[in-house]
């Protein structure tokens, strides 16, 4: 039976396309969700998309965060639904309280768009099963709030836990602290991610085919999930 796999839409998404076709890609169903309707509608894992949701009025993500459907992600995902927060959705995680710390303006000031490598640390959750640890990918990073920030206590947390998915390398584009590209909660079920994997699933359009290893890597997950 064909995964199904949410991607939800905010008022001001605009990587949710983009989202969608990369789970197509992977092999899974794209169910596209409304952030009006509190019902995710029988999916197995759902991807937060990138772009300005609600205009990022306030702070990014923090509208978003009390949208109807993030109730019930938060719920299923402290049940174990697997879910990637992209940019924008990684910034909503956080305000959600489902990710700890906080995406804040880019140490330079300056919009970043350029591709990046990353060092993938964390291999264990459900979105990141497929690579291996210390792989190097390259991946579209775009962003003007991109800088994850957190008090050294949770730093330390997140170091010692083996939660730090994924790192810059080869140069910070937005300051982030201990060059922090991703994050996991301890379940590894959730994880949130700067950069977009969405943009790095086909030849045609993207710096690599990297990106794909975190749609197929929820796949594996949900086929050695229990029932």
Known sequence: MTA???VVTFPGSLDD???ARAVRIAGAEPVRLWHGDPDLHGVDAVVLPGGFSYGDYLRCGAIARFAP???TIVDAARGGLPVLGICNGFQ?????HLLPGAL???QHLHFRNRDQVLRIEAVGTAWTNAFQPGQEVLIPVKNGEGCYVADPATLDRLEAEGRVVARYAGGNPNGSQRDIAAITNEAGNVVGIMPHPEHAVEALTGP????LGFFTSVLKHLVGAPA
Do not use: H, K, W
């Open 104 to 106: 804040t303006r880019n």
């Open 208 to 211: 690599s085919l990297d990106g």
């Open 17 to 19: 396309g983009d989202a």
């Open 69 to 71: 459907v993030m109730g």
């Open 4 to 6: 199904r796999v949410g």
């Open 92 to 96: 909503i995680l956080c305000e959600a």
